[in-house]
């Protein structure tokens, strides 16, 4: 990424002073100007010129037209060479010039967004680009934070603001972050102007969970840590105004820093074409070696007999000089076989894919009125051949909307809603959903469908009572009271905000609260409860409790949790509530649904305080604090009494398990890289059916250091080896591996297994001397989730897989954590969500759901490799047709560098006469429709092979022009050497022949094309017929007397094509070279057809069979759950909420706006659309020697 400010040696350490320019300056730091842009007025011609003459193919051409500038060896005119060429660059610096235009206007855009700056004691508005390190900011509510900041203080007690992540992460929900005590009153603008202390800090990084620094002020030093920072991307939320000192500004901030660099990307054709075009120029100096040669010995042995009619010119003085001026002549002559007009032609097939991905209709999102975007059009025929997708999940495959799906009280699952036949209902046959009007605090947007838990609360059943009241007490929402009986919750989690939701719509309203109590209504009852404890949640104890007063004085300790937690506290009377419980945990799972226990246990006043004054004891510890207050809340937390359990649905984005189904089944492998942790990326590996209970294995690594992680990768292997010791058919294990001559043994595995590895194992998988043993491993599962990944991992991953498997990758996602990753694969897919638009502005392509990656790839993908690899191969062919029948004509013409054509129908031979019927094949052509497309995905395999357009594909192209080419040349040849004309008079003269080649070739080729188009539309017939009329007009105008008289001195042959092609003899000729060099093509392709048939053209028979038959639409199942127990648990919470709100910091009288959790339906979807792939090897696997579901 390029930047305002000219390039600084690698930092060390960061020093900021507050308010104080002077003092920063000299440290040459980093402006907040962002520039992405590659050009400006006065650099572009000079610089896009260079990049474009880096281009083998460009500087090649130009080199042919100096040539052609050279009277002594040109045989063409310069306007053959330089008229396409200009026409190539400049259509390529139009194309340039114009997405720098958009990237300039993006840069204008950012850089002059406005801020408060405080400048000499007054805040004064400023554009982002003069913003400087160490300046005072002031954000309001809702702005966008516009560098990285260190919070001063904010609107909000203690120093406390809240703020969303969206664009760097690509989470919804809120974090919240503070300032450190002292810093936290300066509030007033005359403190903040006499500020003055220095920051001493970590160097620019691209860690977006990490910040280490140092505050000197008065003398005294205070520790800074992430919780203090406010970066550059976020937004700032329910936070009337804060203050923030700038540490990093511009490419310096944490965003930019993992934007990654922009790379350029080819595709494989574009590498392959490079290759070829150095072998054609080498096939090219052959020929032209030997034409010299043969003019050498010609002159010398037959051409100094002549010298009287034929002189040599002045500056040739010997054979062997003749002879080396012949081969510049001929280099010349044959430089058609690579013409510019091919690149001008990619160019523009490409160009017209893009508008076909962005014009499509079916992907266009009407909610978010979102198009698909081809962000580039280069990379069009590379969606042909994705064999790795790498997906973020948050935003992504997920829509980061938690709802209340189900719950199981006392033993009875709710949510399930039966039609007259006791069937269960699908979402679209289910009747209204509940009517909550007798509840006004119920939030509208929440929507549930079962009333027999509804009619339980009214009737006043006592556990379904405890349940709701568990939910509205045990949580770290704040609420908020913006008008009377408009309820905002603010969650640190949604799935709290639904949780809490749920209980709120079925009469457990929570309404308030302060750091010792809890304000409920109560079926329309306000009860304050006294909060006496919080016992918080986090990642390894997997649970959070209240201990509650009630007004009665009891005291009760709520909990929820993992089930893998909380059934083993459970009392032993609980059993048989156990067994029905862990039965609607298994189902709730199996659907895919994120599940917690819930529990209770009442607690005796005595034993209460004494267990409060061992918690006081150990949060006071000096050493082994959390492992202190750990031990105290599990002596509290046992022998439990079980209430039941709750499920929500982490709602996918619409069609995700048909996509991946579909995906999977056209041998694509995909990888989800995610920053969320592990139970909650691995139960979305479940609801999108990545993972399923049919999985051999499911293993995960989780250790910490190399050794670990080496030991769980290697008992992955042997675990996958041992069980493939044996496959069906009696062969052995061995001979299958032999047989399929496969790089890696584990390619030859039989079961299916998939690979969970957490971000800390990740960065010793990534080591070097491990990398191997991991991307095996990897590759050998048939999915992979990766969870706490940081953006620079996801980035390393892709390139791992980029490295060593030599496939085409993609990598999708929609934050800006995901931006490395998206620049890193070949191509990029951002979706355009509700998260920001960063990962849009890094992609190649985007639009604004998951769902829409399988059109991109089955139907568009397929078809524009399939076009570009037809266009390719019709191409090379018809110009070494074209061009070859030159070298043999240099046979019977003295090595002259004679030309067989005259020079007009040479520039016009790829210009004119063969350009349009293969561009309308080029965009338009089709093997199949796109509904086969999809029903078919195997059909996106020979992409993946690469077996369209290959060095094989190109010799047998070239073979087929040469042998044209040869039948061309002396079809003709043998036929004038004893023709007549009709007068007796001979046939045989130059511009006859001339004339009988030129319209041999063009019809040959025209009836190629059409042999070669799929798919016919008008514009193919029109261009093809077309082209061939203008070739007669264009042959019979030069040819004219009105021509003759214009310019006597270019068209003298007056008269010549209408006598040619009057005679008989010449249709003979042209009829019979038609059919010789067409009938061999028509023959194999016949034979290839009946004998050896693509599944395109079985699909396409199939096609003409089922045409008259009504489509029969198969109704799918969901397939009931079986297997073994797995838990369903999931909680995206994060562990210090209880101790904020015990402290009372966040709370105020008066505060903001909360954020309104809002609730959607739930949809069902296609469980079992996958089947295994009977004709491919068995997928790869992954290790830790745990099965997940064991």
């Given at each position: 990424?390029?930047?305002?400010?000219?390039k600084?040696?690698?930092?060390?350490?960061?020093?900021a002073?507050?308010?104080?320019?002077?003092?920063n300056?000299?440290?040459?730091y980093?402006?907040n100007?962002?520039?992405?842009s590659?050009?400006?007025?006065?650099?572009?011609?000079?610089?896009?010129?260079?990049?474009?003459f880096?281009?083998?193919?460009?500087?090649?051409?130009?080199?042919?037209?100096?040539?052609?500038?050279?009277?002594?060896?040109s045989?063409?005119?310069?306007?053959?060479?330089?008229?396409?060429?200009?026409?190539?660059?400049?259509?390529?610096?139009?194309?340039d010039?114009?997405?720098?235009?958009?990237r300039?206007?993006?840069?204008?855009?950012?850089?002059?967004?406005?801020s408060?700056v405080?400048?000499?004691?007054?805040?004064?508005?400023?554009?982002?680009?003069?913003?400087?390190?160490?300046?005072?900011?002031?954000l309001?509510?809702?702005?966008?934070?516009a560098?990285?900041?260190?919070?001063?203080?904010?609107?909000?007690?203690?120093?406390?603001?809240?703020?969303?992540t969206?664009?760097?992460?690509g989470?919804?929900?809120m974090?919240?972050?503070q300032?450190?005590?002292?810093?936290?009153?300066?509030?007033?603008?005359?403190k903040?102007?006499?500020?003055?202390?220095?920051?001493?800090?970590?160097?620019?990084?691209n860690?977006?969970?990490?910040?280490?620094?140092?505050?000197?002020?008065?003398?005294?030093?205070?520790?800074l840590?992430?919780?203090?920072?406010?970066?550059?991307?976020?937004?700032?939320?329910?936070?009337?105004?804060?203050?923030?000192?700038?540490?990093?500004?511009?490419?310096?901030?944490?965003?930019?820093?993992?934007?990654?660099?922009?790379k350029?990307?080819?595709?494989?054709?574009?590498?392959?074409?490079?290759?070829?075009?150095?072998?054609?120029?080498?096939?090219?100096?052959?020929?032209?070696?030997?034409?010299?040669?043969?003019?050498?010995?010609?002159?010398?042995e037959?051409?100094?007999?002549?010298?009287?009619?034929?002189?040599w010119?002045?500056?040739v003085?010997?054979?062997?000089?003749?002879?080396?001026?012949?081969?510049?002549s001929?280099?010349?002559?044959?430089?058609t076989?690579v013409?510019?007009?091919?690149?001008?032609?990619?160019?523009?097939?490409?160009?017209?894919h893009?508008?076909?991905?962005?014009?499509?209709?079916?992907m266009?999102?009407?909610?978010?009125?979102?198009?698909?975007?081809?962000?580039?059009?280069?990379l069009?025929?590379?969606?042909?051949?994705?064999?790795?997708?790498?997906?973020d999940?948050?935003?992504?495959?997920?829509?980061n909307?938690?709802?209340?799906?189900?719950?199981?009280?006392?033993?009875?699952?709710?949510?399930?809603?039966?039609?007259?036949?006791?069937?269960?209902a699908?979402?679209?046959?289910?009747?209204?959903p509940?009517?909550?009007?007798?509840?006004?605090?119920?939030?509208?947007?929440?929507?549930?469908w079962?009333?027999?838990?509804?009619?339980?609360?009214k009737?006043?059943?006592?556990?379904?009572?405890?349940?709701?009241?568990?939910?509205?007490?045990?949580?770290?929402?704040?609420?908020?009271?913006?008008?009377?009986?408009?309820?905002?919750?603010?969650?640190?989690?949604?799935d709290?905000?639904?949780?809490?939701?749920?209980?709120?719509?079925?009469?457990?309203?929570?309404?308030?609260?302060?750091?010792?109590?809890?304000?409920?209504?109560?079926?329309?009852?306000?009860?304050?409860?006294?909060?006496?404890?919080?016992?918080?949640?986090?990642?390894?104890?997997?649970?959070?409790?209240?201990?509650?007063?009630?007004?009665?004085?009891?005291?009760r300790l709520?909990?929820k949790g993992?089930?893998?937690?909380?059934?083993?506290?459970?009392?032993p009377?609980?059993?048989?509530?156990l067994?029905t419980?862990?039965d609607?945990?298994?189902?709730y799972?199996?659907?895919?649904?994120?599940?917690?226990?819930l529990?209770?246990?009442?607690?005796e006043?005595?034993?209460?305080?004494?267990?409060a004054?061992?918690?006081l004891r150990?949060?006071?510890?000096?050493?082994?604090?959390?492992?202190?207050?750990?031990?105290?809340?599990?002596?509290?937390e046992?022998?439990?009494?079980?209430?039941g359990?709750?499920?929500?649905?982490?709602?996918?984005?619409?069609g995700?398990?048909?996509?991946?189904?579909?995906?999977?089944?056209?041998?694509?492998?995909?990888?989800?890289?995610?920053?969320?942790k592990?139970?909650?990326?691995?139960n979305?590996?479940?609801s999108c059916?990545?993972?399923t209970?049919?999985?051999?294995?499911?293993?995960?690594?989780?250790?910490?250091?190399?050794?670990?992680?080496?030991?769980e990768?290697?008992?992955?292997?042997?675990?996958?080896?041992?069980?493939s010791?044996?496959?069906?058919n009696?062969?052995?294990y061995?001979?299958k591996?032999?047989?399929?001559?496969?790089?890696?043994?584990?390619?030859a595995i039989?079961?299916?297994?998939?690979?969970?590895?957490?971000?800390?194992?990740?960065?010793?998988a990534?080591?070097?001397?491990?990398?191997?043993?991991?991307?095996?491993?990897?590759?050998?599962?048939?999915?992979?989730?990766?969870?706490?990944?940081?953006?620079?991992?996801k980035?390393?991953?892709v390139?791992?897989?980029k490295?060593?498997?030599?496939?085409?990758?993609?990598?999708i996602?929609?934050?800006a954590?995901?931006?490395?990753?998206?620049?890193?694969?070949?191509i990029?897919?951002?979706?355009?969500?509700?998260?920001g638009?960063?990962?849009v502005?890094?992609?190649d392509?985007?639009?604004?759901?998951?769902?829409?990656?399988?059109?991109?790839?089955?139907?568009?993908?397929?078809?524009?490799?399939?076009r570009?690899?037809k266009?390719l191969?019709y191409?090379?062919?018809?110009?070494?047709?074209?061009?070859m029948?030159?070298f043999?004509?240099?046979?019977f013409?003295?090595f002259?560098a004679?030309?067989?054509?005259?020079?007009?129908?040479?520039?016009?031979?790829?210009?004119?006469?063969t350009s349009?019927?293969?561009?309308a094949?080029?965009?338009?052509?089709?093997?199949?429709?796109?509904q086969?497309?999809?029903?078919?995905?195997?059909?996106?395999?020979?992409?993946?092979?690469?077996?369209?357009?290959?060095?094989r594909?190109?010799?047998?192209?070239?073979?087929?022009?040469?042998?044209?080419?040869?039948?061309?040349?002396?079809?003709?040849?043998?036929?004038?050497?004893?023709a007549?004309?009709?007068?007796?008079?001979?046939?045989?003269?130059?511009q006859?022949?001339?004339?009988?080649?030129?319209?041999?070739?063009?019809?040959?080729?025209?009836?190629q094309i059409?042999?070669d188009?799929?798919?016919?539309t008008?514009?193919?017939?029109?261009?093809?017929?077309?082209s061939?009329?203008?070739y007669?007009?264009?042959?019979?105008?030069?040819?004219?007397?009105?021509?003759?008289?214009?310019?006597?001195?270019?068209?003298?042959?007056?008269?010549?094509?209408?006598?040619?092609l009057?005679?008989p003899?010449?249709?003979?000729?042209?009829?019979?070279?038609?059919?010789?060099?067409i009938?061999?093509?028509?023959?194999?392709?016949?034979?290839?057809?009946?004998l050896?048939?693509?599944?395109?053209?079985?699909?396409?028979?199939?096609?003409?069979?089922?045409?008259k038959?009504?489509?029969?639409h198969?109704?799918?199942?969901?397939?009931?759950r079986?297997g073994?127990r797995?838990?369903?648990?999931?909680?995206?919470?994060?562990?210090?909420?209880?101790?904020?709100?015990?402290?009372?910091?966040n709370?105020?009288?008066?505060?903001?706006?909360?954020?309104?959790?809002?609730?959607?339906?739930?949809?069902?979807?296609?469980?079992t659309?996958?089947?295994?792939?009977?004709d491919?090897?068995?997928?790869?696997?992954?290790?830790?020697?745990?099965?997940?579901?064991?």
């Amino acid at each position: 990424m390029a930047l305002c400010t000219k390039k600084r040696p690698p930092e060390e350490e960061r020093r900021a002073r507050a308010n104080d320019r002077e003092y920063n300056e000299k440290f040459q730091y980093a402006s907040n100007c962002i520039k992405t842009s590659k050009y400006n007025i006065v650099t572009f011609l000079p610089v896009n010129l260079f990049e474009q003459f880096q281009e083998v193919a460009n500087t090649y051409f130009l080199f042919l037209l100096i040539l052609q500038l050279i009277p002594q060896i040109s045989s063409l005119s310069w306007f053959t060479t330089i008229v396409p060429l200009v026409l190539v660059l400049t259509i390529t610096a139009v194309k340039d010039a114009t997405d720098d235009y958009f990237r300039h206007k993006s840069d204008n855009q950012v850089n002059n967004r406005q801020s408060q700056v405080l400048i000499s004691g007054i805040f004064q508005q400023e554009q982002w680009m003069n913003v400087c390190v160490g300046d005072i900011i002031k954000l309001e509510n809702n702005q966008f934070v516009a560098a990285d900041l260190l919070l001063l203080s904010s609107s909000e007690p203690h120093g406390l603001c809240y703020i969303e992540t969206a664009e760097l992460d690509g989470e919804t929900n809120m974090k919240v972050r503070q300032a450190i005590p002292v810093t936290s009153e300066l509030g007033d603008i005359n403190k903040l102007a006499k500020f003055d202390g220095e920051v001493i800090c970590e160097p620019p990084n691209n860690k977006l969970d990490k910040f280490s620094g140092t505050l000197y002020w008065k003398e005294n030093k205070f520790p800074l840590s992430n919780q203090n920072m406010l970066l550059r991307g976020c937004v700032l939320r329910n936070t009337e105004w804060c203050f923030g000192l700038v540490i990093f500004a511009g490419p310096d901030t944490k965003l930019m820093q993992n934007s990654g660099r922009t790379k350029f990307k080819r595709t494989s054709i574009d590498r392959l074409m490079n290759t070829l075009v150095l072998w054609i120029f080498g096939f090219l100096v052959c020929m032209g070696v030997i034409l010299a040669i043969g003019n050498a010995i010609w002159e010398y042995e037959v051409g100094a007999r002549f010298q009287v009619y034929l002189p040599w010119d002045e500056a040739v003085d010997s054979a062997f000089f003749s002879g080396f001026l012949s081969f510049w002549s001929y280099i010349i002559i044959l430089n058609t076989v690579v013409p510019i007009s091919l690149y001008v032609s990619v160019e523009v097939i490409r160009l017209g894919h893009s508008y076909f991905i962005n014009w499509d209709k079916k992907m266009y999102c009407v909610k978010r009125r979102t198009p698909a975007e081809a962000r580039t059009t280069t990379l069009n025929e590379e969606l042909g051949q994705v064999e790795y997708i790498f997906s973020d999940k948050t935003g992504t495959l997920t829509q980061n909307i938690m709802i209340f799906n189900k719950c199981s009280i006392y033993g009875r699952s709710y949510g399930d809603v039966f039609d007259v036949l006791g069937h269960k209902a699908e979402l679209g046959e289910r009747p209204e959903p509940i009517d909550f009007s007798f509840n006004p605090l119920a939030d509208k947007k929440f929507l549930f469908w079962d009333p027999s838990l509804l009619e339980a609360v009214k009737v006043g059943d006592s556990h379904t009572h405890e349940f709701f009241r568990l939910l509205s007490l045990c949580h770290t929402v704040m609420s908020e009271e913006k008008n009377e009986g408009e309820l905002y919750y603010k969650a640190q989690s949604p799935d709290e905000g639904a949780l809490v939701t749920a209980a709120r719509n079925f009469g457990f309203v929570f309404r308030s609260r302060t750091p010792k109590t809890i304000t409920v209504h109560e079926m329309g009852k306000a009860i304050t409860y006294q909060l006496l404890a919080i016992l918080d949640f986090n990642n390894i104890r997997k649970r959070m409790s209240v201990i509650v007063r009630n007004p009665e004085g009891k005291i009760r300790l709520y909990c929820k949790g993992a089930d893998t937690i909380l059934l083993e506290r459970l009392h032993p009377s609980n059993q048989e509530l156990l067994n029905t419980t862990t039965d609607h945990l298994n189902e709730y799972a199996g659907d895919g649904l994120r599940t917690l226990v819930l529990a209770y246990k009442d607690l005796e006043e005595e034993y209460y305080e004494g267990w409060a004054e061992r918690r006081l004891r150990a949060s006071l510890a000096q050493d082994s604090r959390e492992d202190r207050l750990a031990s105290v809340y599990d002596e509290v937390e046992n022998d439990m009494m079980l209430l039941g359990a709750t499920a929500i649905e982490d709602k996918l984005q619409q069609g995700v398990p048909e996509t991946i189904a579909l995906l999977t089944l056209a041998n694509i492998k995909i990888w989800v890289l995610t920053g969320d942790k592990q139970e909650t990326a691995v139960n979305i590996g479940y609801s999108c059916k990545m993972l399923t209970d049919d999985m051999t294995e499911v293993f995960i690594v989780t250790g910490h250091t190399v050794l670990e992680v080496r030991e769980e990768l290697r008992k992955a292997r042997e675990k996958m080896m041992e069980s493939s010791r044996t496959v069906g058919n009696g062969f052995s294990y061995q001979e299958k591996l032999a047989s399929s001559k496969l790089t890696s043994v584990l390619e030859a595995i039989t079961g299916e297994y998939a690979l969970v590895i957490n971000g800390h194992s990740l960065a010793h998988a990534l080591e070097a001397d491990m990398e191997l043993e991991f991307l095996e491993t990897a590759c050998a599962c048939k999915a992979v989730i990766c969870c706490r990944v940081t953006p620079l991992q996801k980035a390393q991953v892709v390139e791992l897989v980029k490295k060593y498997k030599k496939a085409v990758t993609l990598a999708i996602g929609d934050g800006a954590n995901d931006v490395s990753m998206i620049k890193t694969a070949h191509i990029g897919v951002g979706i355009s969500g509700q998260e920001g638009i960063q990962a849009v502005l890094a992609s190649d392509y985007s639009f604004s759901q998951f769902k829409f990656l399988q059109r991109l790839l089955l139907v568009h993908g397929r078809w524009s490799y399939l076009r570009m690899c037809k266009f390719l191969c019709y191409f090379f062919y018809k110009n070494f047709a074209f061009t070859m029948v030159h070298f043999w004509f240099g046979f019977f013409c003295g090595f002259s560098a004679q030309t067989v054509y005259d020079q007009y129908f040479i520039t016009l031979y790829n210009i004119v006469y063969t350009s349009l019927p293969v561009l309308a094949m080029g965009v338009f052509d089709q093997d199949v429709p796109e509904q086969r497309s999809m029903e078919y995905p195997k059909l996106y395999e020979p992409g993946q092979l690469n077996l369209l357009f290959n060095k094989r594909e190109f010799f047998i192209c070239i073979a087929q022009g040469i042998y044209t080419s040869v039948l061309m040349f002396f079809i003709p040849y043998g036929v004038f050497a004893e023709a007549t004309r009709d007068d007796g008079t001979q046939l045989a003269d130059y511009q006859s022949f001339a004339v009988t080649v030129a319209t041999s070739l063009v019809i040959v080729v025209s009836v190629q094309i059409g042999l070669d188009t799929g798919y016919w539309t008008a514009i193919n017939h029109f261009f093809i017929w077309g082209s061939l009329a203008v070739y007669f007009a264009i042959l019979f105008a030069m040819h004219s007397k009105g021509l003759f008289e214009m310019f006597p001195n270019q068209f003298r042959f007056v008269g010549n094509a209408q006598n040619t092609l009057a005679q008989p003899t010449v249709w003979f000729t042209i009829v019979l070279t038609t059919v010789v060099c067409i009938m061999p093509v028509v023959a194999f392709r016949f034979l290839k057809l009946d004998l050896k048939p693509e599944l395109s053209d079985t699909v396409r028979y199939t096609q003409l069979v089922r045409k008259k038959q009504k489509a029969q639409h198969r109704c799918m199942r969901r397939v009931g759950r079986t297997g073994s127990r797995r838990s369903g648990y999931a909680f995206s919470h994060q562990e210090g909420f209880g101790e904020l709100i015990m402290s009372g910091k966040n709370m105020r009288l008066s505060s903001l706006a909360l954020s309104s959790f809002t609730t959607r339906s739930s949809s069902s979807w296609i469980e079992t659309l996958r089947r295994k792939k009977s004709d491919s090897a068995s997928s790869p696997s992954g290790g830790a020697d745990k099965p997940l579901k064991g």
